[in-house]
């Protein structure tokens, strides 16, 4: 019987590269797969990993319909054993539900990958419907690590390298990288204590200067 998987983690955990390294190894297998995303960095219909790796992808925007597009492809003779869907936090609610009919009416595989909550802490609906639908739910063992080394939980926007906390909830932007510009929109991510204090390298390293200072609020 097919499965409803999902995988999630903060942003910089390999979540897209794992998302990469399943539908090769399924198509390895001799499997026939789609690959879906939804507003990756790397741009429209793009399945991308910070690493380099990127292949094509079907673009999910808020009309897409999974059902349907399923149905279409089976009824004109295609194959589907399994979907790898990324950035599936970006998905809607129905979206999910789709999917979660998918498995368990054509038996296909479905394996999500995303992150649990926004810049707020909050939770994604898509992932949140996820959670409370998915057969298995997978926490990615790639932790990624805050500025202070503890293990990052919280995912941090930055504008014009101040961290914020009110705004569109999805705006594309990537991790800042300490050996690259910083840029106009970015991500970092923290540990708890230093996302409420809203505690960026850049804060700190500016503290860190100001001995004087306590690094926070």
């Known amino acids: 019987m097919a499965d409803l998987n999902f995988y999630s983690g903060t942003m910089d955990c390999g979540k897209s590269t794992l998302a990469l390294q399943m ?22 219909a793009r399945l991308s990993s ?23 492809e089976l009824t004109q003779g295609g194959r589907i054993d399994y979907f790898v869907c990324d950035e599936a936090q970006f998905y809607t609610t129905d979206q999910i539900e789709q999917l979660a009919k998918v498995v ?12 649990l909550t926004d ?24 932790e990624a690590l805050c500025w202070c080394g503890e293990r990052a939980t919280h ?3 930055t504008e014009d390298g101040i961290m914020v906390t009110e705004g569109d909830v999805i705006v594309v932007g990537d991790v800042d ?3 690259e510009p910083e840029p106009t929109v970015g991500y970092e991510v923290l ?27």
């Open 23 to 44: 539908d090769h190894n399924h198509r390895a297998r001799g499997r026939v797969g789609r690959v879906f995303t939804s507003h990756d960095r790397a741009g429209e």
């Open 50 to 72: 910070r690493l380099g790796l990127e292949v094509p992808a079907v673009e999910v925007d808020d009309t897409f319909h999974f059902w349907h597009y399923t149905v279409d």
């Open 104 to 115: 368990d009416e054509l038996d296909i595989d479905v394996f999500a990958f995303g992150i």
């Open 119 to 142: 810049f707020r802490t909050r939770l994604f609906p898509g992932s949140s419907r996820l959670t409370e639908l998915a057969d298995r739910v997978h926490t990615l063992q790639v």
């Open 155 to 157: 995912n941090a926007r």
């Open 177 to 179: 990288r300490p050996d």
């Open 191 to 217: 540990c708890r204590r230093h996302h409420r204090r809203r505690m960026t390298v850049q804060r700190a390293r500016a503290a860190a200067m100001s001995p004087d200072v306590l690094p926070f609020d």
